[in-house]
């Protein structure tokens, strides 16, 4: 039985799990809603181009009257580093239910982007490139463009090494090791709102690639480029009597920003344990880095709400429930339980987050309480009143690393 896209649908799937191997009922549901979130994800995914004024569709960009204004018919099918999470968290999934189908999808949504990102690349006259179809492709300025999506081409390369696909890679290696702004430490940072801006979120934009660049490739300088932005973006964003960082750091002023955001946090912790997935055991740095993730997760412990989920400002309770972020420490907790960073017994701290996040997916797969996309901001208000539009993008791919790793959890423990 196959979808339009030619992926199988994944709503068997949770009548295929049978009982008689299931050792408990949190591990089925966990299966199922896992299952739920991904079968929409590729119900969506139509791989086809959209006329923004005609509303007409078209399976390419050559099908379509020259003046047709196109983008994607489906945000899952850009060049967003969204889109990047979802590929890894595809491949994440494909392994934790055993179903390696699933790495299908981000073989045909990198494809689909490198296929026609020629044709808008031809028409492209300097418009804001996150305006324009595929604009973060070709036009690469910030980590932003290429450390999500790179990351995943790298998963993708191991088994489809494409010249175009390798090309990019190292596009993408020289940008962020020699072109992308950094401090005269070689903190990475950006250059908006004000030159020069730490982002926590950027922890993960350049980790998600530096740690596979160095493991892939077997060259260290960007392992160790890694491990010292995880040092340095503690330095300036960690606070240690919270116990967790501050969105951002304005190097003109010297000083933090107002907010203790949820999702920044949660880039930032995923971030911390992408690179401990791939650095080798000897590395110098290993123990402390470790160590840093350690204060994190407690830090981010000691506001976890009463229903498992964790707050848009994650110190006050009177902002709303967040399923990205609550998403991203669930997912960390319990990756660094299953490959032993941390001692087992954080991991209760994911299987509350995780009953939290199951109570904002939808019967049709659909995710609640996502906050939308968030720039820095010097006031609260802003953060407080972010929207949290139906099935945002920004956490699809984190509920699925979620839900995959709360199975290997699961797994692991009725095995135990």
């Known amino acids: 039985m196959q979808t339009q896209n030619n992926f199988p649908v994944f709503a068997f799937l949770c009548t295929l799990f049978f009982t008689t191997s299931l050792t408990g009922q949190t591990l089925q549901e966990t299966e199922q809603i896992t299952c739920r979130i991904i079968e929409a994800v590729l119900e969506d995914a139509t791989f086809q181009f959209v006329d923004r004024t005609s509303g007409a569709v078209f399976q390419s960009p050559d099908q379509a009257p020259a003046d047709a204004n196109l983008s994607p018919q489906s945000g899952y099918t850009e060049w967003r580093y969204w889109n990047g999470v979802l590929n890894l968290a595809m491949f994440e999934a494909a392994d934790a239910l055993e179903d390696h189908s699933l790495s299908d999808f981000p073989a045909k949504q990198i494809r689909f982007c490198f296929d026609y990102y020629p044709h808008f690349q031809s028409r492209y006259q300097g418009e804001n490139r996150w305006n324009f179809p595929f604009g973060q492709l070709f036009n690469m300025e910030e980590l932003d463009d290429c450390g999500a999506m790179g990351g995943?081409?790298?998963?993708?390369?191991?088994?489809?090494?494409?010249?175009?696909?390798?090309?990019?890679?190292?596009?993408?290696?020289?940008?962020?090791?020699?072109?992308?702004?950094?401090?005269?430490?070689?903190?990475?940072?950006?250059?908006?709102?004000?030159?020069?801006?730490?982002?926590?979120?950027?922890?993960?934009?350049?980790?998600?690639?530096?740690?596979?660049?160095?493991?892939?490739?077997?060259?260290?300088?960007?392992?160790?480029?890694?491990?010292?932005?995880?040092?340095?973006?503690?330095?300036?964003?960690?606070?240690?009597?919270?116990?967790?960082?501050?969105?951002?750091?304005?190097?003109?002023?010297?000083?933090?920003?107002?907010?203790?955001?949820?999702?920044?946090?949660?880039?930032?912790?995923?971030?911390?344990?992408?690179l401990l997935d791939h650095l080798p055991e000897d590395h110098p740095k290993r123990e402390l880095l470790i160590h840093l993730l350690e204060n994190h997760l407690t830090g981010i412990a000691r506001y976890q709400s009463e229903c498992g989920l964790w707050h848009q400002l994650l110190d006050k309770t009177d902002s709303y429930l967040e399923t990205s972020c609550s998403a991203m420490f669930t997912y960390t907790i319990a990756r660094a339980v299953n490959r032993g960073y941390i001692d087992p017994r954080y991991a209760s701290i994911a299987r509350e987050g995780w009953k939290g996040i199951m109570t904002k997916i939808r019967d049709d797969g659909m995710v609640e309480g996502v906050c939308a996309g968030t720039g820095t901001a010097d006031n609260l208000i802003h953060y407080y009143h972010r929207p949290t539009p139906l099935n945002d993008a920004h956490g699809i791919g984190a509920v699925i690393l979620a839900g995959a790793e709360m199975v290997r959890l699961l797994k692991a423990e009725s095995d135990g």
Do not use: C
């Open 152 to 274: 995943s081409l790298i998963e993708l390369v191991k088994n489809d090494p494409q010249e175009r696909y390798l090309q990019y890679i190292e596009k993408a290696a020289n940008h962020i090791m020699n072109k992308q702004a950094r401090l005269k430490d070689k903190t990475l940072v950006r250059v908006f709102p004000h030159k020069w801006t730490l982002w926590a979120d950027d922890l993960y934009m350049g980790i998600s690639f530096l740690s596979r660049m160095g493991a892939w490739s077997g060259d260290n300088q960007y392992l160790d480029d890694a491990a010292l932005q995880v040092i340095q973006f503690h330095k300036y964003l960690f606070n240690k009597e919270k116990g967790m960082m501050v969105h951002y750091w304005y190097s003109d002023k010297n000083r933090q920003g107002v907010a203790f955001w949820g999702r920044a946090n949660g880039w930032a912790m995923v971030a911390q344990v992408d």
